[in-house]
């Protein structure tokens, strides 16, 4: 009888998608060998994980929307700046966040200090670890300075154990550690694989939202996509926040992929110290701290963040290639906008760069796909190409089209204070930004509407 058998089928373990058959590459998100085998579930739906752990749900019923109370906003302050920015201001109780990095990027070091401060100023903290001992997080904790009366460890990994923990001590913030760690004896799938974690996911949305409290998921990111990740559960959580950058550099950098109460693309940035994560207030400094003066393919640009403005260097290196056609290697931005520059400046300006390797690189380990940077690109190239450096005191910003025009961008005001702040001189930036511009006799103002305009201002 074939139906009697469990039947079984293949999800990739980066996306979630299912097949009945093993592929090797997701026709959903294009990974390679990341099908893992697993146990189909039964569409019945025994008890919830949380009606079984005791926990009281909320019944729900429909509201006239005329008597619906705007959100009052009351969020909680951790008092950790660069955290509660990327939340868009606070943590909004009832949310479920997740945070998702490489191993060993920070994200248990942030979440302890996270835990520490919402335990001193808002009550207990149940912090559920399935990855360290009660004794290693101690020691990580003693490390970073913390010791609230009010944090509660758990090393358990069992779902509806940590329900039933969950309803004992009521706590009013939670973090799981990490949510591939956890997984449900609904399922028989194995802890880490998609249907788990989606399932531990949805379980936690649930208590959050009926219990209005917070929720931080950590989720690991592998390359190597054996265990389902973060991906999987973009769009269940309301929040998704990634560290961003390298673990070879001292800073790290959050990025808000998705935030259902705030601004998404809001960057945090901290510094790894002996005593864990330190905000950095000032990440124009920090990004500009190593600039090279007076080396050419260097260009400062004012990108825009979500709502901070930030000054970063970029760097080209363009060298004649042993081939006939020549690659173009990037660092922090899209492989396919450099293409695209590198195109227009052979048609629009005539260089001859197709036999030439390039390479384009955002120093400091941060990524910019914001179009302003493009004016920065064109002037790093061009000043590797050439040879001749750009005037240190000199920034650029401007989104360039196929046609070699400068096109206008957002927040010019913002990024004149922020270069004006940072000491420049001199703003090479899209003519059509000029108007209602408020007058700054810091800076030498020069609005271009083409690159040949602006390569004429810069060289
Ligand atoms: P961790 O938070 O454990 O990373 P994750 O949870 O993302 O895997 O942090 C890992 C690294 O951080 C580890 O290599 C040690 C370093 N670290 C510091 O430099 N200073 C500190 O105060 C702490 C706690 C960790
Ligand atoms: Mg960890």
Redesign the pocket.
Known sequence: MANKAPRTVYACQSCGYQSRKWLGKCPDCGSWNSFVEEREQTAAKSTSSIARSGLRLRESKPVPFTEIEAQDESREITGIEEFDRVLGGGIVPGSLVLIG?E????????LSQVADKLAALYGQVLYVSGEESERQIKL?GE??GINPAGLFLLSETNLENIFSEIERLQPRAVIIDSVQTVFSEKLESAPGSVSQVREVAGQFLLLAKNLTVPVFL?GHVTKEGTIAGPKALEHIVDTVIYFEGERHHNHRILRAAKNRFGAANELGIFE?????LVGVPNPSELFLSERPIGASGSAVVAAMEGTRPMLVEIQALVSSSKFGTGRRTTQGVEPNRVALLVAMLEKRVGFHLSGDDIFVNMVGGISLAEPAVDLGMVAAITSSFRNIPINEHTIVFGEVGLAGEVRATSHAAIRLREAARMGFKRVVMPKNNLTGLPEDDRLEIVGVRSVTDALDALF
């Open positions: 990095g191993p060993g990027i920070g994200k248990s070091t942030l990580r490390r970073l950590i790894m110290t002996g005593q864990g």
